[in-house]
């Protein structure tokens, strides 16, 4: 019933849904042509002039090595957005996938699945993941990988969560007697019925595996160095910030405003489509 | 009027729609209600009867106001007293009782509980008093072994007495008006008529006024003196009960009564085209609300509002009054004949045991099994028979459905579909063949369609699932099952949220018919409608019967609705048979003493 339109509508019909798109198309848009509006070469540096605050030359003045802050803040988003969208598209995939054949099919498989999902939310992922890290390096196919990995467990349960509430109703009911498959019923019975609950949670895991993202970066773990990365810029400059503050705020404005508008946007989408956020399965 | 205990004067409720235009779910309600009278207020759903309701509690549903109008209990109006006098007027003066008040009881706490917790909200007894006050109430609603009663948990009661707790708490508070909200629905018609009398004995021993709002005119009839008839959120027609009943007016009080199956009729009910718009829809209709529905609308109708005109004791909102009490234009049909059935039996079950747990480890240690829900049936259908199942609730009806569509496992036992296809095994067991020639209906038609599918690929399922057409013909044949069961051919792109419930429920049985089944399964399929609109349903049911031949298995729990549709009928009690036989036999003279009972039950 709601079309990729109608949903957009939908959102940009309260003033804060409005907001968030905004916000969202904004940093969408300036990920994919930033490379072609920075005034400055991100590694480029101006010697000598180190820390130095805004002026015309460099609207957000310049950093520890004298690079641009602008220009770095700019491109600064682009590698964790590549990870999280990708990496949200496999959560939610593969976290749907088995959330309803759990849902759905129950008995046995349910009870393996469930287990399974259990025993991961049980590891400190954090940890396990600088793990990985460690072993495999930090390519953006690895990240995106782990992190898909993770956060589609939660995804896990929220699917199987809302299955349960559609495999009771009598179309389901009535699709079975029919003798429709298993496949054809987990497809045009079931998952159209919990493709709004599922596009409300992605939205939301997007903007929890950014916040991620730019964690591991803080820590040295996401992006390898002079990549411009928010989280790694903040990391970086933090120790300066009495004496130069931009080059912490700017990357700390443009990563909470992306959150912002992540999360505005899924509210309002939560609240076109009817879904309750309240009844979701927590983490 | 002087001495009158509740008085409403051109009530209207709703809310601001878009473009500052107000929509009415309650329009310009004039009512009095004197000390000890009994007023039952009947309307389909969405008519606006709960909401009037509430409102004289001074309560209203999430984003609904008094859009103009006054009310006066006592004097005193509630939307503008404080709100302690309200809470006052709440327990002391008037009392609700909700439909569903198994629901409204909280589950963790013992009914003494809750008793006590009433008392000293609404009555000035001294706590010692309590546990006394209590047994009374609970002897006065009649309650089987009160003292034991008050210690148990709401879900140790039966819907029943979950009810009469409720009514009994209403009392407490030595209320001068009590309103209920559908109370007996949802209940048996054997439970049903035993919370019918004690109301009616509550209302003359402690002259209690009464506003009863149900969608079932029977029931009121039980219960109230007065009975005021609500369409489109007005009311149309309100009068001392045996006028309206004896002699209605209004064409809608006519459609209704005319629309409502009864034992030992020999028309059919007779449906009233068309379905209640919801308050959304009906914009600002200046004119009379019942005119897209009404027999002899004129454009007079559909211009002005009719006003309330007097007739006699009661009053009518219509311009046509003269030609509506010539009542023409109401002529049920006769009852056909039962068609003559060929011996050729379709479908037989016999000893057919179903039970839903397995037994555990424990019990199968011991050689123990649990009960199973269904015992021993077994019954036949023949090429062309609707065949009834009646029963009260939990009884098994839809657990024998079930297991005929395959979808749950029985325990023992034989059913086999024209004599040699064998029907007991699970739906994944079962050949295409055998699929196609069983169809199920289900009881709510919001649950049994797929939101997210449209009429059109909702109908083309079946086909493609059952039939190899081409595309062209595959279209064709969907415009074919949507003219076979009135419905344009527009639905097609429609999805079921934009269908009213008698629509979606039409979508369902096209369905069905899709399959070219030779049995479709009927669980309760008309009980989640409006009556106006089952009749049309059950009219649908025997057409289909006489063109294509196909026979029902119709599961109901209304005995007169499977006297009209039905040729044999089959009563069900905790699983077992009790009698079986033809309608005619089995109505007129009822050997086994639940038959009896049954029947004694019908309003
Ligand atoms: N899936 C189920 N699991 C366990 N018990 C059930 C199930 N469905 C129904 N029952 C029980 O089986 C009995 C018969 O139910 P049902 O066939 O639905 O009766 P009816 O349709 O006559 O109301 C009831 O006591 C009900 O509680
Ligand atoms: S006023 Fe007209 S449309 Fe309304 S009920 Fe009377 S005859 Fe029918
Ligand atoms: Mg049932």
Known sequence: MSSAPAMLKGVMATRSGKIGVVLVGFHLLLALMSPWLVPYDFAAQTALVDHAGPSLAHWAGLDTLGRDVLTRTMLGGREALLVTIFGTGLAVVWGSFFGVLAGYLGGRIDELIMRSVDIFLAIPWMIFLLLVIASFGNAPIVMILTLGFFYGIGVVRMARAATLEVVVKDYVLAAKARGESPLSIMMTEILPNVRDVLMVESAMRWSWMLLAFSALSFLGFGVTPPTPDWGLMIANSRIYLALAPWPVLMPMIALSSLIIGINLTADALAKSLGVDKTTRALV | ?603
């Open chain 2, 1 to 603: 009027m002087t001495g009158s205990l509740l008085s409403i004067e051109n009530l209207s409720i709703g809310f601001t729609g878009l473009n500052d235009q107000p929509i009415f779910i309650v329009r310009d309600v004039n009512l009095t209600l004197a000390a000890g009278e009994t007023l039952g207020l009947v309307g389909e759903s969405g008519c606006g009867k709960s909401s009037l309701l509430l409102a004289m509690m001074g309560y209203y549903k999430q984003g609904l106001g008094r859009l103009r109008g006054g009310i006066a209990y006592d004097g005193q109006d509630p939307g503008l007293v404080s709100s302690q006098q309200l809470q006052a007027l709440r327990g002391g003066g008037m009392a609700l009782i909700p439909q569903n008040a198994g629901q409204a009881l909280t589950p963790t706490l013992r009914i003494k509980a809750q008793m006590v917790e009433v008392l000293r909200l609404h009555s000035d007894l001294a706590p010692g008093a309590w546990h006394a006050r209590c047994l009374a109430l609970f002897e006065r609603v009649k309650l089987p072994d009160p003292e034991e009663m008050l210690e148990r948990y709401p879900h140790e009661l039966s819907g029943g007495q979950q009810q009469r707790v409720a009514i009994a708490m209403a009392l407490a508070g030595e209320p001068d008006l009590l309103l209920l909200d559908e109370p007996t629905t949802g209940l048996d018609v054997t439970t049903q008529v035993g919370v019918l009398s004690l109301l009616q004995e509550i209302c003359r021993d402690l002259n209690t006024a009464m506003v009863y709002v149900s969608h079932d005119i029977q029931v009121i009839s039980q219960v109230c003196n007065q009975i005021a008839i609500m369409y489109a959120g007005e009311i149309v027609e309100m009068g001392p009960r045996a006028d309206l009943l004896n002699q209605p007016v209004h064409p809608y009080t006519q459609g209704l009564l005319a629309s409502i199956p009864r034992l030992d009729q020999q028309t059919l009910p007779h449906p009233i085209a068309g379905e209640m718009l919801q308050p959304v829809h009906r914009g600002s209709n200046v004119g009379c609300g019942y005119a897209g529905r009404c027999a002899l609308a004129t454009d007079q109708c559909r211009e002005i509002a009719p006003l309330a005109q007097p007739i006699a004791d009661r009053w009518v909102k219509c311009h046509e009054v003269t030609a509506a009490r010539a009542g023409e234009f109401i002529r049920p049909a006769q009852k056909l004949l039962a068609p003559n059935l060929s011996d050729s039996e379709l479908l037989a079950v016999e000893d057919l045991s179903v039970r839903y747990q397995a037994p555990t480890w424990l019990q199968s240690l011991r050689g123990q099994q649990p009960p199973a829900i269904v015992r021993a049936v077994s019954f036949g259908i023949r090429k062309g028979e609707i065949k009834g199942l009646v029963g009260e609730s939990g009884s098994g009806k839809s657990t024998i459905l079930k297991t005929i569509a395959g979808l749950q496992p029985s325990l023992s036992g034989r059913i086999t579909l024209s004599g040699t296809d064998d029907l007991a095994g699970p739906v994944e067991s079962r050949p295409r063949r055998c699929l196609r020639k069983v169809q199920l209906v289900f009881q709510n038609p919001d649950a049994s369609l797929n939101p997210r599918k449209t009429t059109g690929e909702i109908l083309r399922r079946p086909l493609e699932l059952y039939f190899d057409l081409g595309p062209g013909v595959m279209d064709e044949e969907v415009d074919a099952l949507l003219q076979r069961v009135n419905l344009p051919e527009s639905y097609k792109g429609r999805f079921p949220g934009q269908l009213s419930g008698g629509e979606k429920q039409r979508v369902a049985i096209a369905r069905a018919l899709a399959a070219k089944p030779e049995l479709i399964l009927c669980d309760e399929i008309t009980s989640a409608l409006d009556v106006s609109v089952q009749a049309a349903i059950l009219k649908l049911l025997l057409d289909l019967r006489a063109d294509s031949g196909v026979s029902l298995l119709f599961v109901s729990h209304d005995l007169a609705v499977v006297e009209t549709l039905c040729d044999s009928v089959l009563v069900l009690e905790g699983g077992e048979v009790r009698e079986a036989g033809s309608c005619a036999e089995v109505f007129k003279n009822p050997q086994h003493a639940y038959t009896q009972a049954l029947l004694a039950s019908v309003l």
